[in-house]
């Protein structure tokens, strides 16, 4: 009775005030709406092996074989948010996360960074990759994308350096106005903050790019948003990147709405009640991530109740 009373008021706490999140620091677990569900995708819930694990204020995964590339959609660990609601004409979606270079081979693609996608067969990644081109120990910045499973180089790739196991970032945003684009930025311990991808092409795409299209056509469609990794060789490699934190000011689904319909109601409710005791891994009405159905999960749609509406 203590432990399930501990809980729920650690559910109030943390998931009272989820909706109106745009960062997500993974303090001991989620608190925005995360689902690791990927559609297209074998399989379809992509937690996998004992492979996340959440510090103090950091979340860790550790690559496992599997890719999101054409025909071949067997990823795991992909964990996303929901995007809901009127695009605004300026937004962005970044995160920060580091990992130890030195025990990731050369001859590795091995990378991490953001996706935005509606299944493992439309995509686009901004990403920092292990520059297994040049066979060195540098990475780079690099951008990949898939329509309709067929892959495309997102023709974006940074001048490489020297990395360290210091913080280091990726971010996209859309910048507005008369002549609006979309604009992809990074950061590590030499950049004093974020810096404009300084590859061939520079770092932007225009309305008139199909990038720019396709980025712009799956947020409409109420594309999933998250972070990525790769180990980039089906060889076992198990690189563990750690996630700083994810941040965004893109509209999310609120804590809650099980039924993803942009709001959190009797459906919800109903959703929880029914499906009560039931356990496994990415159960829809699983509110909190735990594992289990439970009061925890019934009282984060309760204070959410009516949100998103």
Not at 242 to 256: A, I, K, Q, R, S
Request: proline share 4%; hydrophobic share 35%; charged share 20%.
């Amino acid at each position: 009775m203590k432990r399930t009373l501990v809980s729920l008021l650690a559910a109030i706490t943390l998931l009272s005030t989820a909706h109106v999140q745009t960062r997500d620091e993974f303090n001991g677990g989620f608190s925005l709406q995360w689902s690791w569900k990927l559609p297209d995708n074998d399989p379809f819930c992509t937690l996998f092996d004992n492979a996340v694990s959440f510090g103090s204020g950091s979340m860790t995964i550790t690559t496992r074989d599997g890719g999101m590339f054409q025909q071949f959609n067997s990823h795991k660990n992909v964990p996303t948010l929901r995007v809901s609601g009127n695009i605004p004409e300026e937004w962005y979606i970044e995160t920060v996360f580091r990992t130890d270079w030195s025990t990731v081979p050369v001859v590795f693609y091995t990378q991490a960074g953001i996706v935005i996608t509606t299944g493992a067969r439309n995509y686009f990644q901004v990403l920092i990759t292990r520059d297994a081109t040049g066979q060195t120990e540098t990475v780079n910045g690099s951008t990949n994308s898939e329509q309709d499973d067929v892959f495309a180089w997102g023709e974006r790739v940074t001048n490489t350096w020297s990395p360290d196991t210091d913080w280091m970032g990726v971010r996209i945003e859309h910048v507005g106005g008369e002549d609006p684009y979309i604009v992809l930025k990074f950061r590590h311990s030499g950049t004093d903050g974020w810096v404009e991808y300084d590859g061939f092409n520079g770092g932007r795409y225009y309305p008139d790019s199909p990038f720019y299209q396709h980025i712009m056509n799956m947020l409409s469609q109420g594309a999933r948003i998250g972070v990525y990794t790769d180990n980039a060789c089906g060889c076992g490699l198990a690189q563990p990147f750690e996630f700083d934190y994810f941040e965004t000011n893109l509209p999310l689904l609120p804590v809650g709405d099980v039924d993803a319909n942009g709001i959190v109601d009797d459906a919800d409710l109903l959703a929880v009640l029914f499906a009560f005791g039931s356990t496994g891994d990415c159960l829809d009405e699983d509110v909190n991530l735990d594992g289990t159905v439970d009061d925890a999960d019934l009282l984060a749609v309760l204070f959410n109740f009516g949100a998103g509406g």
